[in-house]
DNA sequence: ATGATCTATGAAAACGATTTCATAATGGCC
DNA sequence: GGCCATTATGAAATCGTTTTCATAGATCAT
């Protein structure tokens, strides 16, 4: 069937030990090294990674396990942690839970199985506080979405301060029944609903906020229930991109003009943010910055094992558009 | 360092072999299969599947190599055969060119390397030329861009027909001066060309087009310099959401107003386009279905090898909003 | 009761690479 | 020229499974 490295071996007119290094790394005279080259161009021999990795010991690839593929920001740092992969000669295997913590499991059983090199990681909250018990043999970092303190390196957004931004922007733009809807299954919800939640408290407002699934459908059914109430607030911070497309939808079922009547301003500066009319505010991510300081932190810890746990805090640019335009 | 089969196999107080008959399928006698099973809890021991691959000759794997994994098609399908692949107890290497013919070949030559079981690819056209001149050892099924005909099993849009349904649908509407604006490193690109050349001749109207390179920057900065001449199309099609986007920002740049001063229609229906004002009209593609399809042609071929080459035309769906206003 | 047919199990081979170990050849140094 | 260090090469072991192959009991029909 498939040509191994023993036909190769044989057509050169060599062992199969002598391929092996004329492949890799190892000392094979000149000479040899291009016979080697001609049998395998001839044969059209590629090496079996299954072997390899079995006796090396080395599956040379690293495991991405991210909640949303849809999600834009999570193609975007897939990109970046492929090329840098593919840069170190490794490969990835990307995985899609679906924000479902027992996909998380069986996807984190298939990483062990794979016996993989590195895992980066955007896990749900209810697997995050579970990941320390499970004993990996690999290292995690974590993205988008931080675990307790100390236990895996991770890359983050600055979300309080990202919050704070916001806030500031909107009390600055005259709003003061500001509201916060956040999705309810990471962290990272919950971070930003900290964030609300202390920078309101700073400007001596009164935080209203809502948590809801993380789907467009659930947002935009929650959003319209809130903004038919007589004390609705006038302006609405919402934790992901997805969330905001519910949000925009129920203020246009309820005839509410943005930002006439309801200010809004979100998370991901994707480029529906700026076609729709009015633009919509929202803080941009890092997300190719996010992918490779990932990649960084991974590499440095499998370098240097003993190395103190990190968590890399990365800030969001604020981008004002029309959306928080100044109240009335 | 790791527990192995073999350290399952103490633990139980059986061999090796029985130990993956109980794992697998085989005559195991109860009472042995669940002290494996204990053992097996015990030791924590996950199966090797580099060792399992390369004993089994089977990889278990298949690989999906997608031209822009930013663009939310691509991203749907792979949902659509992640979930078909894992259902069948499946793997899937994901893999993202960037519509760049060499990282292709980089890929294929790396799933080659992984004894992959299929492949699902939706290759540039530069690539899907050679494609026959590669002898692979695992069949291809390509998606939303078909080869030369007969080679490769093959799951793509009716494109003419979707052409012919948006043409029909502008003159309807009143306008007759239509353009077009197509992706150059597709065949569906092309193939929507083609299909806008003969749905304009079939209505007696003079064609104009443009090729651009798959961006939206690309596409703005054509639109842009198109939109400026006296002759200017009063209406244009487009064959992808990324162009559509350039297209809009062209139209905006310029002050002109949609769809009054200039109808747009395009394809994909991505969240966005009702979000924008006016909403898109666009021809939504099946993408839950193309996935699917496209894993059981694959499939089939893998249990039949000697079926005959098949193609599957699945047709797209006409959503009217407002981009596509009745002409002035 | 006896041979024939199954069935469950274990021993050992096999998958295709890398790596250790041994060895022959080369070169340098006195 | 003889000895030691170095180098290039090959033989063989090895990685962790699955899968033959052999075998000891059990079951069955006669």
Redesign the pocket.
Known sequence: ?????????RAA????????????R????D???QQVAAAVRATG????L???R?????SGTIGLIVADIRNPFFTAVSRAVEDSAYRAGMRVILCNTDEDPEREALYLGLMQEERITGLIFAPTRATVDLLPKRSLDFPVVLIDRAGPAGVHDAVVLDNRDAMATLIGHLVERGYREIGGLFGNSSSTGAERREGYIAAMQRHGLTPQFRAVAPSSEAAQKETAAWLAQADRPRAIVVSNSLLLIGVIKAARSLGLIIPRDLAVAGFDNESWTELVEPGMTVIEQPVEEIGRTAMSLLFERLQTPGLPVRKVVLSGRCIVRGSSGAAQ
Do not use: C, F, H, W
């Open positions: 069937m498939s040509v191994s490295i023993k036909d190769v071996a007119g060599v062992s199969p030990a002598t391929v092996s290094r004329a492949l890799g190892g000392p094979v005279s000479e040899l090294r021999y590629k090496p079996n299954a072997a390899r079995l006796r090396s010991q080395d």
